[in-house]
């Protein structure tokens, strides 16, 4: 008999004047708990112009090495795809970077929607 694997997923916003960091963190715990998943803590990013790479910021860093832990999340969960960047070659790269560390990404409102 297949176990189903208990999904954990990290929310995560960017934060700063264009972004509400309540309102997204708050949508990213609604998904997640709409799907029967558990959240564990709540990971933004300060951002004051336009957003830099994920790569670069302290955030990220902090999900990608929980990600790496035996017991670390399952995912994340972001608003939406500006969450990460608007670039699509740095998009994809990130969306690789989860799927190499077995972990996914789910998007509150599709990659379409602001």
Excluded at 3 to 30: E, F, S, T, W
Excluded at 37 to 56: F, I, K, N, Q, R
Aim: charged content about 20%.
């Amino acid at each position: 008999m297949l176990r189903r694997q208990k999904i954990v997923v990290v929310p995560y916003a960017l934060d700063g004047p264009q972004n509400d960091v309540h309102c997204a963190l708050a949508a990213a715990r609604g998904f997640a708990a709409a799907r029967g998943w558990s959240t564990t803590g709540a990971v933004t990013d300060l951002v004051t112009g336009h957003p830099s790479e994920p790569a670069l910021r302290p955030g990220w860093a902090r999900i990608l090495q929980a990600l790496r832990e035996p017991h670390g999340p399952t995912g994340v969960v972001a608003l939406n795809r500006k969450a990460l960047c608007d670039d699509d070659a740095v998009y994809e790269a990130t969306v690789h970077l989860l799927t190499r560390h077995g972990a996914g990404l789910w998007l509150v409102r599709d990659e379409t929607s602001a």
